[in-house]
């Protein structure tokens, strides 16, 4: 791997750059394979295995257990997965992507009967169907039901019989042969009892998969997260982009739980969206699957490069939305504020919102805005451009020569107020790092927080930064004792 092309990930410095950028990564607690290796990895398409059943089966349980970690919303109650969420994992070096669907039911309405219909796609798109019966239970009218729609379907399917935690419940798992889908395999999905042996069957059920290679890439589409507080619209904002009714969506506050990730093809690009649950007040107040959905959109965050916060227009700004802007800018992703349900809007009411933006979202003046109607579809495509200005300004790198420029006349036109007799000057400063932008300035003293804004303030004037949050830290020369 040559140094220039490792660099590639980082705003494509220069050889020389990139020595002075891997010394400060190693000051700053970096090792270099934590830094190297950024460069994107081919996107092969894997085959999909739907895990489909009745709620309370454990489908989620069982699906954190083929992923290998705790990713699924998991609560000891049924209904708690709605959407059909996609996760990757991989098995003796194969990989392929399992899809968590919501529980399958007879003749059920409103909500439940969406949650069905999103069962009954992830069978569709899926290359092979595990079926989960609860074996402690048997085989009831729903799973014979569920059945016949696999069947219609023709997909490989294997028979997973969980709750299976000793031989007392083994005989039971044995009656399940009469569902006529093969072999029951006993598994417990709680402790990971069998799990081996049903995965080995769902290998030589699913179509062959890419190799594994080690290290995961980051290339790829871009990564957008649609973070907001519940019942803002970002499952309808979803669906709208993608144009087809691809997330649960429903009057009732809170309907997603998991994140999901789609690919969208919007602007010529292919973009990858993930909806998240709505964040409710106070984490540690949050109960049960809101707590865990919290979480989950925290960990959403983590795996995006652009956040696009979704702001109800037709209510008045709440302090849930500053503090949901705020854990994105704290995240350092690039940030978009959409105001929904545009079209509600009556002109006395632009006006209170426009005050209400200039008091409250003062953090986030630098962030492009675009006025949307999720329902209408009003607007959409300014998001597109909003998305690539932010990602844009995530990723400037200025030159180390052309920054000590701007610091110098900086300096020289605005100095730093005198303090106890005292006044501290910046010497020099370099950009350690992009997405987001961080700056690290060399100063003969303490530079004040009020000093520092400033500082911001004019790098955005001068360079853009549009749509990212800056990172400004101060290292004080340390005085050095007479001979």
Same mark, same amino acid.
Request: net charge positive; proline share 3%.
């Given at each position: 791997?040559?140094?220039? @092309?490792?660099?590639?990930?980082h705003g494509e410095l220069d050889a020389a750059e990139y020595a002075e950028f891997m010394a400060l990564a190693a000051e700053e607690g970096f090792d270099p394979e934590d830094v190297d290796g950024l460069e994107g990895g081919e996107h092969i398409p894997l085959p999909v295995l739907a895990v489909v059943g009745r709620p309370n089966v454990g489908k989620s349980t069982l ?16 209904? +708690? ?55 402690? +239970? ?19 399917? %294997?028979?997973?019989?969980?709750? %299976? ?12 042969? $009469?569902?006529?889908?093969?072999e029951p395999f006993p598994v417990s999905a709680l402790h990971g009892r069998g799990s081996g042996d049903l995965l080995d069957a769902v290998m030589e059920a699913l179509p062959e998969a890419p190799p ?11 990564? %957008? ?5 519940? =019942?803002?619209?970002?499952? $309808?904002?979803?669906?709208? +982009?993608?144009?087809?009714?691809? %997330? ?35 984490? @540690? ?5 809101? #707590?865990?959905? $919290? ?101 400037? *790198? ?5 920054? =000590? ?54 790098? *955005?004037?001068?360079?853009? #930064? +549009? ?17």
């Open positions: 791997m040559t140094t220039e @092309h490792s660099a590639a990930g699906v954190n257990r083929i992923i290998g970690r705790r990713e699924a919303v998991v609560e000891d109650k049924p209904g +708690v997965t709605r959407d059909r969420v996609s996760y990757e994992a991989s098995w003796n070096g194969r990989r392929f992507k399992v899809v968590d669907t919501g529980g399958w039911e007879i003749d059920v309405l409103g909500i439940d009967a969406m949650v069905a219909a999103q069962a009954e796609l992830g069978i569709e798109t899926a290359d092979a169907v595990l079926f989960v019966v609860d074996a402690t +239970v048997g085989a009831t009218d729903t799973d014979e039901a569920l059945i016949k729609i696999i069947r219609r379907a023709g997909k490989p399917t %294997v028979l997973c019989a969980n709750k %299976v935690d000793g031989q007392s419940t083994e005989a039971e798992a044995a009656y399940l042969w $009469s569902l006529g889908l093969g594994q290679t080690f290290g995961v890439a980051t290339g790829g589409p871009r990564r %957008v997260a649609l973070i907001g507080r519940p =019942n803002v619209g970002k499952s $309808s904002l979803l669906n709208k +982009v993608a144009g087809e009714e691809r %997330v649960v969506v429903n009057e009732l506050a809170g309907t997603t739980r998991d994140p999901v990730d789609e690919m969208i093809e919007l602007g010529g690009k292919t973009w990858k969206f993930v909806d998240t649950a709505g964040i409710r007040r106070r984490v @540690h107040l949050t109960a049960g699957a809101d #707590f865990y959905a $919290s979480l989950r959109t925290s960990a959403a965050l983590e795996k995006a490069e652009v956040a696009v916060i979704l702001i109800d227009a037709s209510e008045t700004l709440a302090e849930q939305d500053t503090r949901i802007i705020s854990m994105a800018v704290e995240a350092g992703r690039a940030v978009v504020v959409a105001y929904n349900k545009w079209d509600q809007l009556d002109e006395e009411r632009r006006f209170y919102l426009e005050r209400e933006i200039e008091r409250d979202l003062v953090q986030v003046q630098w962030a492009p805005r675009v006025n949307v109607s999720a329902k209408t579809g009003r607007h959409m495509e300014k998001l597109v451009p909003a998305i690539e200005t932010a990602l844009a300004g995530w990723e400037t *790198r200025i030159p180390t020569a052309r920054l =000590n420029a701007f610091l110098g006349e900086l300096v020289a036109a605005h100095p730093h107020p005198i303090r106890g007799g005292k006044q501290p000057r910046i010497l020099f400063g370099t950009q350690a790092g992009t997405r987001p932008p961080r700056f690290v300035l060399f100063a003969s003293g303490f530079l004040e927080a009020g000093y520092r804004r400033f500082v911001e303030r004019r790098l *955005r004037e001068e360079f853009g #930064f +549009v749509g990212t949050p800056i990172s400004i830290s101060v290292r004080v020369r340390e005085k050095r004792k007479r001979k």
